[in-house]
């Protein structure tokens, strides 16, 4: 900040002070200006000297990426010719690539689809979190540091290679599980149109599930020992005491798992593109992701691609501003 | 892009809950340990455990099979002549050791990247909240926004970018889009306002330390916590990493293992004799990770709690 | 590995910034094939340097063969993913970036594609019309625009059946000469064992139904003057879709095990798929399936025989060996090429290491294919079977420059089938009008054929 206008910050800096976070540190209002007018400039250089790298890489890997992402979002190519022989021609083309990206119906129903996929799979994976985290945390509970980390080790594995790992599990022939179900009179099948969606889902949740649950077992530790004494003080059972002390107790963080998930199946990509090749059920837009890559890498269609990025970011955008408004609300209260 | 923080997996809670910091031996019902409750509760357990553990142990049996008997035999059970080493062997000698190649990439592209990366959010993120100056909370703004983009969005864009200095299929084209971490410059800057002490940095100031040094030498000091865990996540997330590679790289020996090994399982079709290929590097890429994740796994929930706690 | 100063970093960021403004910088990926004046041989005495992008196993051991002739001219063969699956975007990348190999693998339909980005170099300008009537005809016909050749036939895929005599005797049946007694096969197969069946129909892809077509004698796309006529819904095609909405409908034919995939391979091991029709180079993908040795064995496809105009025999895949734009040695590229697939040292290294499709080469099919093999019970199918095939084909199909999304289109659409809920008569129809307006996305102009 300039200095005049520094000076006027001080006062609701000295006042969010009680606060905590807010008014700490050199904040380059009165305590530096006091202060001779070289060690003034340093600090107020300081802030830039050490955000510089960090700028530089962020700007050329996301902000560059992005605002060129959004100029070809508006530029439409022309060519005349057969091939375009005759000369080609890129120039502004308004909203017709966003036009073309939602009037097929693939991009919207791949929209459809992981909205689908992230209210089941997450609801899912969230509740097998929670109840991992409290069986884990409940007296009741054998060796509950093995299985904690057992638990955890798909987190480990990253999503290519779990998804590699699975599609073998899939694959009839291959499958054991298919053998398994076929042995006792199921046919089931991983890959088909119905089912490919929930193998999917699987994937992610056996990945992820166990991470989530050792977010929670951590919120669960920091419950004081005092809140669990007045609860069977008063003669809470374990059942009574998960559903009404503990799991308002840690449903902030369950929210925020739940809503940081819903955005990340929004990006879903590697999974279904991996088993692309194991299922004739998995187009090349089953996922928003997908449906971008193909544009820009099947279909050279880059204006298209970018309007489609966009599109999905957008999405994004909203479902956290939804997530920050219903954390509010629930602070508020 | 690749250095997106978590995507699937959320942010380190940080909110509300535990904000008391007193992590109590908490659990519940202590009073009395029912025996059927037990035997229930565990047996639970289990059953979930064998859920983690089936495609683990999976390609534990199969990559001790050779082709033919990976489609005949009990893929639960290992065959009559288990051929492990040969396979291994095999893996790793495949067109002159392209493989470890891959590892190594892995290693350098998660290891360097993530040190560095953790490195310029620790001081943006210290600058961001240690600072007060005109447009931090817009840069503050943009580079949170920068977690929501999808990758697709910015790879393409990147690629061309890239393509133009030169950089697309080297090692850079990977390793720079990896030192962003706009998840680790927030927790960052929510860690340093909470850990690194003001008065002390006063004190250094009346001392005549320069702004650089009060940050090297307190500053990381005091932040520790919070850069183990923006470490581990970068490292995760570079490691993890599947796209950015996949649309920068040509040259199979710049590739990390997950493109690398999908490379392969892209050719069982053709050449069956890559199933052992896949599945051995599946089973090599996988028990390095898996012993790293239990002996880090201190770490892993010392970061999440202090998350939770400092936050 | 380049090294990478902050300057070059930050010349990145400026040329970037230039590229927004411009927005037709480096942007612009589609450009129209330019006729820049040719690249001159190099210098004797120079050694040049060739890579080669492909998917075909083994390829560097065919490319040995000729640098242990010719030091002058070394070719590196680097694998990528097959076409569709990887392969094509990287090049396409690679082409976006001005970077990429001198040669890459393409395959036949997607020719017009890589034409469209700029791609490709115009192979006649380098002396290729002197080499092309070494080739089948139709071949050099798929590769030719604009009165030129756009790229080398590399290999192709003449089609015929492969199938389980003993598994067609048990229901006292053989290899369906028609495509209706096709159909009364299938039936009888999946009805004397209800997990087994004729063949599999791959649903998710519909290059297969397109070489029905092509082989009924359906022309779906055609150039005229500056534009693109559309006609996909001739009777040729709506019959053959018919046909396959009776066997898809009947659940005759598999629709989940798409040929080539784990299951299906499985399923082949266990006997419970019969037979197969597919391009000539399914013989040593067939030969992936456990236990299959000595049980197939080699006949023509099937033949419409009530739609008249129809053919013998189609095409399924089918590669060319394209000289990519960035190339600085077309020359040197163009003499490799042709080297590979007309000499018979190069036509036999193929078969040898790459278990290559059908040679593109008049009167030679490799020294292998002229014998009989022991998967296929010592039949000579070669000459017997897939020579006779290769001629007898629809001369007139020319694939567009969208065909990659066409097909999509077509698969997605094909997918709905399945399930009841559309057949393929409609997905066609609703498909012309959408292929279209993919002509028009794409900046071309198109109609549909009146």
Redesign the interface.
Known sequence: MSAPTAARSAAPAGRRAGRGAGARGPDGAGTTRSRGRGRSSGVRRAPWVLMAPFLVVFVLSFVLPILYAVGQSFTRVQRSGLFGEEGTTSGFGGLANYRQALEGTAFVESVGRVVLFGLVQVTVMIALATVLALLLESASARWPGAFRTLYFLPYGIPGVIATILWSFLYVPGLSPLVDVAGAVGLDVDFLGPSTVLWSIANIVTWAYAGYNMLIIVAQLKSIPGELYEAARVDGAGPVRIARSLQLPLIRPALLLATVFSIIGTLQLFAEPQVLQSVSTAISNEYTPNLAAYNSAFNNNDYGVAAAQSVLIALAAFVLSGLFLALTNRKDRS | MSVAPPTRRPAPAREGAGRTGSVASSAPGRTQRRPRTTILVTAILVVVAVYFLVPVYWVLVAATKSTDDLFTTNGFWFSDSPQLLTNLRLVVSYDGGLFLRWLANSFLYAGVGAVLATYLAAAAGYALGMYRFRGSGLILGVVLGGVLVPATATALPLFLLFSQVGVANTYWSVLIPSLVSPFGVFLCRIYSQAAVPVSVVEAARIDGAGELRIFHVLALRAMAPALVTVLLFQTIAIWNNYLLPLVMLADSRLYPVTLGLTTWRGQVDRLPEFYQLTIGGVLVSVVPLVVLMVLLQRFWRGGLTEGAVKA | ??T?S?R??????V???A??TG??G????????TSSGTIPPAASGEVVRLQYWAWL?DLQQVCDVWNAQRPDVQVEA?????G???G???L???I?????PDLAQVEMRNV??F????GLVDVSQYGFDEVAPRYDRALVEQVS??DAAWAVPQDSGPMATFYRPDLLEEVGAGPPATWAEWLDVARAVHEADPDRWLESF????ASVFIAYASQAGAVWFT?ED???LVRMTDDATLAVARHFDTAVSEGVVN????P????W???V??GRIAALTSGSWGDA?LQ?A?GASGLFRVAPMPVWSDIPGSYGSSYLGGSTLALMAGSEHPHEALEFATWMTTSPEGIDAMIEHSGIGWSPATGYIGAAREEGSEFFGGQTYGAEVFAPAAQEQNLDWTWP??A??VM?GL??RF?GV??GGTTMVDAIAAMEGDVVEIFR????SAEVAS
Do not use: H
């Open positions: 590995m380049t990478l902050r070059s970093l930050l010349r990145g960021g040329l970037g910034a590229g927004l927005l037709t480096c942007g612009t990926v589609g450009t129209a094939p196993k680097v694998w990528i993913p097959g569709n699956v990887g094509y975007q990287k396409f990348a690679a976006a970036a001005g970077s990429g017009p594609s034409l469209l980005q700029g625009f604009l791959p649903i998710d892809d150039p500056d534009r693109w629709t989940s095990l798409a080539y995939e784990p299951g391979f499985a399923a091991g266990d993908l992936g456990s420059p969208i990659q999304q999509d698969s997605d997918r399945v399930g996305e794409k900046g071309l």
